[in-house]
């Protein structure tokens, strides 16, 4: 049984001196800090149910609320992801969970740990090709985009017939660095990916080197889709630059509530592009089963789905067109951007439905927004009569009146007619 963790990839800054950075799932651990930062393990460990997991897991019965907010037939009608190829750079991907097994390309896999770690001990890198993961957050990364169906469960991935290819590059130690990021990210470009997924972000907003900025520069001159968590230092309404969902074409994401609010943990900033589900968020563990957890770390391949469903639709746009594309179809809460939330909350069907395929959008723009009702058409109050009341109470007396008068002359006719009856029979008889 291995319990839950959250690593930590440091980044080789220009200096000797060495920052953090870690996979943004929400910090559910303790930070120490000292002459290097560190990540407390918790301590605890449960199931699906509560947030926290062991795996093997049990598998989720029901359909999650991230999945039940989307008409998925009427997605799955317009694409399923066929034919897109996904990177998930993270901490592997776990192939023997039977709903991965056939969406992970292992062959353009790549296991991008080094050796040994900054104290010079052996690290346990596992399989060659990124299979392995004792962590368990790459392989609920995977999970939330390409899981594939199976019974006894409502989960699956957003786009069940795209496929992953695993990259691992982190650990539960945080032994990957800036460096092997942007190595993993060059070895996706090369092998073919369309879109890649990294849901990591340095900590306390310490911007690297050049060389990954390079690298996602590299990836999306090749027409990459770059997808990455914004990180879940936003308690308090912390606004923090984090790398690298900050970088110019990144689709940063941050994670919503089931009210499409920002999550409180959520980092905010001008940099985000869109908000996802990020809050009780199920998906695959390694071994099989699912667990629930939080964090923008599963905001992002939520959106990265999205984006490979418009790749396997509108394989011609660039990679800015599906970003704009997927920024202005959101569920907006103003007509323009925000620091919480960017363009709104991810609307799937529509990012595949409200499109011009031969004219896709460069850039998102205001409009829309909140809906503003008009106000309800309400009938005056009247404190008394009407002059309609009035026609029709005074026509109604005319007609009984006129009703009285005929009743009277009928009656007064009977009379007469029966007095005269009267007076001849007593004629007669004298």
């Known amino acids: 049984m291995l319990q839950r963790t959250f690593p930590r990839l440091r980044a080789a800054t220009p200096s000797a001196a060495r920052s ?19 990540l ?39 694409s399923t992801g066929k034919g897109v190829r996904v990177a998930v750079i993270d901490t592997g991907v776990d192939i023997k969970n039977p709903q991965l097994t056939r969406a992970v390309d292992r062959s353009k896999g790549m296991n991008n740990l080094p050796a040994e770690n900054a104290r010079g001990e052996k690290i346990d890198r596992g399989d060659p090709h ?61 092998v073919g990916a369309d879109v890649i997924n990294i849901s990591q972000d340095t900590a306390n907003a310490v911007r690297p080197d050049d060389t990954l900025r390079q690298a996602v520069d590299y990836a999306l001159d090749h027409q990459v889709v770059v997808v990455a968590s914004a990180g879940n230092d936003g308690l308090g309404g912390d606004v923090q630059v984090t790398y690298p969902a900050s970088y110019p074409g990144v689709l940063a994401v941050a994670a919503s509530d089931r009210n499409n609010e920002r999550a409180s943990f959520s980092q905010s900033g001008e940099f985000v592009g869109v908000a996802a589900p990020g809050v009780d968020i199920i998906s695959t563990v390694p071994g099989g089963g699912h667990c629930s957890d939080n964090g923008t770390s599963f905001s992002a391949p939520y959106v990265a789905a999205v984006a490979a469903l418009l790749k396997a639709k509108y394989p011609t746009w660039t990679a800015r067109e599906i970003v704009a594309q997927i920024e202005q179809t959101a569920e907006r809460s103003i007509p323009g951007h925000d620091r919480l939330v960017g363009w709104g909350v ?59 008068v005929v009743a009277g002359l009928v009656g007064t006719a009977v009379a007469v007619r029966d007095a005269r009856r009267r007076n001849e029979r007593a004629g007669g008889t004298a």
């Open 20 to 38: 953090t950075v870690r996979t943004a799932a929400l910090a559910a651990a303790t930070v120490l800090t000292a002459a290097a930062s560190a």
């Open 130 to 190: 990124g299979t392995t993961d004792t962590v368990g957050h790459g392989t609920r990364v995977a999970g939330i985009i390409a899981a594939r169906p199976a019974k006894a469960t409502g989960f699956v991935g957003l786009a069940p017939d795209a496929t992953i290819i695993p990259i691992k590059q982190n650990d539960a130690e945080g032994d990957g660095t800036a460096k092997t990021l942007a190595e993993a990210i060059r070895h996706a470009v090369a």
């Open 346 to 404: 991810v609307d799937p069907v529509k990012a595949l439905t409200d499109a011009d395929p031969a004219h896709p959008v460069q850039s998102p723009r205001p409009e829309g927004g909140v809906t503003r009702a008009e106000a309800p058409s309400v009938a005056p109050v009247h404190f008394g009569e009407t002059a309609e009341e009035r026609n029709t109470r005074l026509g109604t007396y005319v007609v009984i009146g006129g009703l009285v």
């Open 40 to 78: 407390a393990l918790p301590a605890t460990t449960a199931r699906a149910d509560d947030g926290q997991c062991t795996f093997p897991s049990k598998p989720y019965a029901a359909r999650p609320w991230a999945l039940q907010r989307v008409n998925l037939d009427e997605l799955w009608a317009q």
